[in-house]
């Protein structure tokens, strides 16, 4: 071998350990933020959580080689127990400033729980806490608080016994809770993967070249960069890792339902709105980005458009100043609601069922005045929309009505705004999204917001 060949082979050596060597890292950083996560929610959280429910043993139970909704929030480990096929977290408020947490039929290779033992134990461990209030993580609403199949149910109640199988109650307020409360960690990582998705989405925009991009092309090109990451997109399992893609909202030339197809070539005088989400963590981004394809000629985007976009920043300064805390979700929307419309804007909901939202829209016509509707979703964690905990501040979404909006609360700063663009004749809609965080300052920005449409040359 020549001193050449062997320099070569050495170097390229040394830098494929120190590429390894960067990965490992890279995995035991997310690790080590993941479980530094879990144990400031346990500390400073989960008191609380269960205090302010008045709850005094919350019991979670899973069952091995099941997936648990709440297995990256709880750490522990119930997998390929045959020998024990049910499992328990307890945490019971004995007092003092932090919750007792039990693994009973799993394993704690965290460190975080008090006592590891076993699921047969269950009744000699409540009966020496004797709680008054049980909370078992059972739900009519709310799936992530719905883990709890009927076998476990039985199995549980039946060594619980009649006495203490009679003071069981949903968990559902105490995992929303202890959900929606964020520590500065989870704060600051969600922004991280925020910040990720915003780049990505940026760069995949200013690939696009008119008359030869596809659709399909920008979704598995910004699904490459995630994979290089070692990220997946939010709805990974859902849809077996098919990649987000952009939708045309108005062509200058194509037939609409042509636009729809993963195989569609953008073309000039496109407008596009791209509702992405990454999942990192614990944790799964939601937001949109616009962009908008210059027609031969161009230089800008056309006058209607931008007076649209102008509008749906306008809507959004106005929110801005009147979504608090301390409010309910229904009261939320009634107020956003009233300021809107003070605002000058039309109230034109849309129920996520029938055509409401459109036939009001266009009922709105050639109107100089814009028409708005609201939906603040839940966000932060791997699941987003209906199924993540917390208030949603939207008309079809009654069920989170009721639920407070706590300090902290990572959402969906979601709204369309609806309004005549005269070049296209006819009323459109800007779809707006940027995960945000509302604290006692009002709604804060976790990463550059969405200023302006991206102009595609």
């Given at each position: 071998m020549s001193k050449i060949s062997f320099l070569a082979g050495f170097f390229t050596l040394m830098v494929l350990v120190a590429g390894f060597n960067v990965y490992a890292q890279k995995s035991k950083q997310r690790y080590e933020l993941l479980r530094l996560i879990r144990q400031e929610k346990l500390d400073l959280i989960l008191p609380g959580a269960m205090r302010d429910n008045n709850v005094d043993m919350w019991i979670h139970v899973v069952e091995s080689g099941k997936r648990d909704p709440l297995a990256l929030d709880l750490g522990g480990w119930f997998e390929y127990r045959a020998w024990e096929p049910i499992g328990y977290y307890l945490f019971t408020d004995r007092g003092g400033d932090r919750i007792e947490r039990m693994i009973l039929g799993g394993e704690d290779q965290d460190g975080l729980y008090d006592i590891v033992g076993s699921g047969q134990d269950l009744l000699k461990f409540v009966e020496e806490r004797d709680p008054k209030v049980i909370a078992v993580n059972m739900s009519t609403t709310l799936p992530i608080a719905n883990g709890l199949s009927y076998t476990a149910y039985f199995s549980m109640t039946k060594a619980l016994g009649e006495k203490y199988t009679k003071r069981?109650?949903?968990?559902?307020?105490?995992?929303?809770?202890?959900?929606?409360?964020?520590?500065?960690?989870?704060?600051?990582?969600?922004?991280?993967?925020?910040?990720?998705?915003?780049?990505?989405?940026?760069?995949?925009?200013?690939?696009?070249?008119?008359?030869?991009?596809?659709?399909?092309?920008?979704?598995?090109?910004?699904?490459?960069?995630?994979?290089?990451?070692?990220?997946?997109?939010?709805?990974?399992?859902?849809?077996?890792?098919?990649?987000?893609l952009p939708r045309v909202s108005h062509s200058e030339v194509s037939d609409p339902l042509a636009t729809g197809e993963p195989e569609y070539v953008y073309q000039r005088g496109d407008f596009l709105s791209w509702d992405m989400g990454i999942g990192y963590l614990n944790f799964g981004t939601d937001f949109k980005r616009n962009a908008y394809i210059l027609k031969e000629g161009e230089t800008d985007i056309p006058k209607g458009l931008k007076h649209a976009w102008a509008r749906a920043l306008e809507a959004r300064e106005i929110v801005r100043k009147t979504f608090k805390i301390g409010r309910t979700a229904g009261e939320?929307?009634?107020?956003?609601?009233?300021?809107?419309?003070?605002?000058?804007?039309?109230?034109?909901?849309?129920?996520?069922?029938?055509?409401?939202?459109?036939?009001?829209?266009?009922?709105?016509?050639?109107?100089?005045?814009?028409?708005?509707?609201?939906?603040?979703?839940?966000?932060?964690?791997?699941?987003?929309?209906?199924?993540?905990?917390?208030?949603?501040?939207?008309?079809?979404?009654?069920?989170?009505?009721?639920?407070?909006?706590?300090?902290?609360?990572?959402?969906?700063?979601?709204?369309?705004?609806?309004?005549?663009?005269?070049?296209?004749?006819?009323?459109?809609?800007?779809?707006?999204?940027?995960?945000?965080?509302?604290t006692e300052k009002g709604i804060e920005a976790l990463y550059p917001w969405h200023e302006k449409i991206v102009i595609i040359r």
């Amino acid at each position: 071998m020549s001193k050449i060949s062997f320099l070569a082979g050495f170097f390229t050596l040394m830098v494929l350990v120190a590429g390894f060597n960067v990965y490992a890292q890279k995995s035991k950083q997310r690790y080590e933020l993941l479980r530094l996560i879990r144990q400031e929610k346990l500390d400073l959280i989960l008191p609380g959580a269960m205090r302010d429910n008045n709850v005094d043993m919350w019991i979670h139970v899973v069952e091995s080689g099941k997936r648990d909704p709440l297995a990256l929030d709880l750490g522990g480990w119930f997998e390929y127990r045959a020998w024990e096929p049910i499992g328990y977290y307890l945490f019971t408020d004995r007092g003092g400033d932090r919750i007792e947490r039990m693994i009973l039929g799993g394993e704690d290779q965290d460190g975080l729980y008090d006592i590891v033992g076993s699921g047969q134990d269950l009744l000699k461990f409540v009966e020496e806490r004797d709680p008054k209030v049980i909370a078992v993580n059972m739900s009519t609403t709310l799936p992530i608080a719905n883990g709890l199949s009927y076998t476990a149910y039985f199995s549980m109640t039946k060594a619980l016994g009649e006495k203490y199988t009679k003071r069981i109650m949903s968990a559902e307020n105490v995992i929303t809770d202890f959900r929606v409360r964020r520590v500065q960690r989870e704060i600051i990582e969600f922004s991280n993967a925020c910040e990720i998705q915003r780049q990505i989405m940026d760069a995949a925009y200013r690939r696009i070249k008119p008359g030869i991009t596809t659709l399909e092309e920008t979704g598995w090109w910004a699904q490459d960069q995630l994979w290089a990451l070692g990220l997946l997109p939010s709805y990974e399992a859902a849809t077996l890792h098919r990649p987000y893609l952009p939708r045309v909202s108005h062509s200058e030339v194509s037939d609409p339902l042509a636009t729809g197809e993963p195989e569609y070539v953008y073309q000039r005088g496109d407008f596009l709105s791209w509702d992405m989400g990454i999942g990192y963590l614990n944790f799964g981004t939601d937001f949109k980005r616009n962009a908008y394809i210059l027609k031969e000629g161009e230089t800008d985007i056309p006058k209607g458009l931008k007076h649209a976009w102008a509008r749906a920043l306008e809507a959004r300064e106005i929110v801005r100043k009147t979504f608090k805390i301390g409010r309910t979700a229904g009261e939320s929307l009634e107020a956003i609601v009233q300021a809107l419309e003070a605002g000058g804007f039309i109230h034109t909901p849309s129920d996520d069922i029938s055509s409401q939202y459109r036939d009001l829209a266009n009922a709105l016509g050639d109107s100089d005045k814009s028409g708005f509707t609201i939906d603040f979703h839940a966000a932060g964690n791997t699941s987003v929309g209906d199924i993540t905990t917390g208030p949603s501040i939207a008309p079809y979404r009654k069920d989170r009505a009721h639920l407070m909006v706590q300090q902290n609360y990572i959402f969906a700063f979601e709204f369309v705004v609806n309004t005549w663009i005269p070049e296209w004749g006819k009323r459109a809609s800007i779809s707006y999204e940027d995960n945000s965080i509302v604290t006692e300052k009002g709604i804060e920005a976790l990463y550059p917001w969405h200023e302006k449409i991206v102009i595609i040359r």
